[in-house]
């Protein structure tokens, strides 16, 4: 018996064993981490299942469609919000969150406040949804820094002062993908078990790519230093092969290709999107703390 092998499968490195891990470096830890993020992992695994039988929506009437009795379901984004929001709010960690889904953002009220400040994307992409393409929940966390009452203030802040960020991506597998400031760590559900199992650590984007992602039909929207660079791309100067195009136009599925195999990803500021289209602080600001640490 190979015992390398035994031992995966008998000594599981779970999310939460590894998160666990992770807090006894710091002793004065109360595990308030800990409990967030199994809360995190328990709407990953909800939308999960959600976003699995979305396929079957049609016709037994889930997410987003008509059921039988004729009542109009929740669309899948509004119920995985809804998931997130309880699941965040019931932890007793968090005292302000920011959601995609929501116009304002939810104050935890005082007696279930705790010290961290969670923004996120329930479900990205979700148009994709209907052609099975991969989407995602997006998540960055930042920790309350006084214990003044809780603002907004506490979240518009930049997203290298995040304590973690990770993705849930939700496509022919489920990949939760987390720092928490020391490296980019990868977790597949395995759904037997009904438990994240570590099976990408210590993630690293390769120095080079030969892959870039850009929407191309925005091409006649662009600036010049991005019409010169996707130029640079395909008729490279220097001899160099011209690169891939890969755009799934689902950001998580995108972001994961590029974490894993190299290369760009861009949804520049355009003439269309003066601001750029994906969301700075439950977007941009997460996936850009997990890059900076890959
Ligand atoms: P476009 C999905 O709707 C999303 O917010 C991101 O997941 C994705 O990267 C982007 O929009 C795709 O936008 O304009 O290329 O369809």
């Known amino acids: 018996m190979d015992h390398a092998a035994d031992a995966h499968r008998t000594d599981l490195m779970t999310i939460t064993r590894f998160v666990l891990n992770e807090q006894s470096k710091y002793p004065e830890s109360r595990g308030d981490f800990t409990i967030l993020l199994s809360h995190i992992v328990l709407g990953c695994k909800f939308v999960c299942s959600a976003v699995n039988k979305a396929g079957l929506a049609k016709l037994i009437g889930l997410a987003g469609e008509t059921n039988i009795q004729g009542e109009e379901q929740k669309k899948l984004d509004v119920l995985s919000n809804d998931v997130f929001v309880n699941a965040l709010v019931s932890s007793g960690r968090t ?118 992602s850009v929407n191309e039909g925005n091409a006649q929207n662009w600036d010049g230093p991005t019409t010169k660079y996707v130029e640079k791309c395909k008729f490279p100067k220097d001899g160099s092969p011209a690169k891939s195009l890969r755009y799934v136009g689902s950001m998580v599925a995108d972001v994961h290709r590029t974490l894993l195999y190299g290369g760009i990803f861009l949804y520049p500021a355009d003439k269309k999107s003066p601001n750029g289209k994906l969301r700075v602080l439950y977007e941009v600001f997460p996936m850009s703390f997990l890059m900076e640490q890959a």
């Open 95 to 212: 005292s302000v969150l920011v959601s995609e889904e929501d116009e304002e953002a939810t104050f935890v009220e005082p007696s279930k406040r705790g010290k961290y400040c969670v923004v996120f994307d329930p479900l990205d992409g979700s148009s994709n949804i209907d052609c099975g393409v991969s989407i995602g929940t997006i998540f960055g966390i930042y920790t309350l820094d006084h214990t003044d009452e809780p603002t907004t203030a506490d979240v518009l802040k930049p997203g290298n002062e995040m304590v973690a960020a990770g993705y849930c991506m939700y496509g022919s597998s489920c990949m939760l993908v987390l720092s928490t400031g020391t490296g980019v760590h990868g977790f597949t559900l395995d759904p037997s078990l009904g438990e994240f199992i570590l099976t990408h650590p210590d993630i690293k984007i390769p120095n080079k790519g030969n892959i870039y």
